[in-house]
């Protein structure tokens, strides 16, 4: 079982739409979660973080977390052409801690004018 | 957010030389730098991690005394290619953390793409 699991897609979504994108990670220690973008070609770019559970909104971006579901989601509502691009779920053990990142192996999405 | 800065962007070089690469966190002292490697429509690999002052501590597969990483300041770290050959050829991608005062979040330079010839 790999430790972070992502759908890898792709996701086709409306402009305009919501994308809603899942993952599920094994780790029950894990406590730092992260959304990464990344386009093709280029580095990935934090687009959010989550520490507690519930919901954390950022624009147009809403993460979800359930640690004991260990379950991490985001929902990009208003989907442009320009959010097409790979989404990299990636958790951390500990908060503070220097533990290194697991990553997903991305989902991509593409936004269809 | 943050701001990581590699150096260079792209490398073209032959084969059986090194190559330089360079991380410099901005705006930040970086505590902790990774060092990725990233194959086209592959994951990113995490080659190796390193704390300012301390020995960088290399993956399972990695070669340490081929990919030279360096963490001699809080704003800078580097990743030296040693002997590289065609099979180096590969994006490589720095990403830096901070400490007490944060950012807790990991950061990404834009990346270097090395081919090597």
């Known amino acids: 079982q790999k430790e972070v699991e992502q759908n890898s897609g792709p996701l086709s979504v409306p402009e305009g739409a919501i994308a809603s994108l899942n993952c599920t990670y094994s780790?029950?220690?894990?406590?730092?979660f992260f959304w990464y973008r990344q386009y093709s070609g280029k580095s990935p770019e934090l687009i959010m973080s989550?520490?507690?559970?519930g919901d954390k909104e950022d624009g147009r971006f809403t993460a979800q977390l359930n640690k004991a579901s260990q379950y991490v989601s985001l929902l990009i509502r208003d989907s442009q052409p320009s959010d097409s691009a790979t989404y990299l779920c990636a958790v951390r053990r500990g908060g503070n801690s220097w533990g290194k990142l697991q990553f997903g192996a991305g989902t991509q999405v593409v936004v269809t004018p | 957010g943050a701001v990581v800065s590699q150096h260079p962007s792209r490398v073209i070089c032959k084969s059986g030389t090194s190559v330089k690469i360079e991380c410099r966190s901005l705006d930040f002292q970086a505590t902790t730098m990774f060092w990725y490697r990233q194959f086209p429509k592959q994951s990113l690999m995490l080659m190796a991690t390193s704390n300012e002052g301390s020995k960088a501590t290399y993956e399972q597969g990695v070669e340490k005394d081929k990919f030279l990483i360096n963490h001699a300041s809080l704003t800078l770290s580097t990743l030296t290619v040693t002997s590289a050959h065609p099979e180096d050829s590969s994006f490589y991608i720095c990403s830096a953390r901070g400490s007490a005062g944060g950012p807790y979040e990991q950061y990404f330079g834009p990346g270097t793409r090395l081919t090597v010839t």
């Open positions: 780790d029950r220690g894990s406590q730092s």
């Open positions: 989550i520490y507690s559970n």
